[in-house]
């Protein structure tokens, strides 16, 4: 009869409330390795824009086409390309981590207006909106 009670008593019990994992801390080391990582990702991606965005066409319409094109592949890989090694580098200092995400968002926003068509105005609008991150990367970085 006890052992009836018991087995009751347990099956109404309600279950332990499961503990939330500790955050996870990194070493200093370890922060230091991931910023350095996802600096070195940015200088690639600054290296990459610049020298795609520095090229001109010569009112060349083939090549003016071909140049806009690379533009726009440049600046949806910079973004893609910025995203996937700031998700292997957990360490990432959160400031950087939030600088990077807005520059990436940027030049997403500028990419797809780009191949939407925008007017000018409105790519100069991104651009002008996204630039303070591009500044804060490049600060954060040095």
Known sequence: MIAIAVAIGAWFRPAPKAEAPAAKTYSEQEVADAKKAVCDAYQRVDRALTATTSKGGGGQTNDDVLIGINVRLALTESAQYLRT??????????????????????????????????????????????????????????
């Open 85 to 142: 090694r700031l998700a292997e580098q957990p360490a990432t200092p959160l400031d950087l981590a939030e600088i990077v995400a807005r520059a990436s968002n940027a030049y997403q926003d500028l990419a797809i207006a780009q191949l939407g068509e925008a007017p000018q105005s409105e790519l100069d609008e991104i651009v002008r909106t996204g630039d303070p991150s591009t500044s804060e990367l490049k600060q954060a970085c040095q």
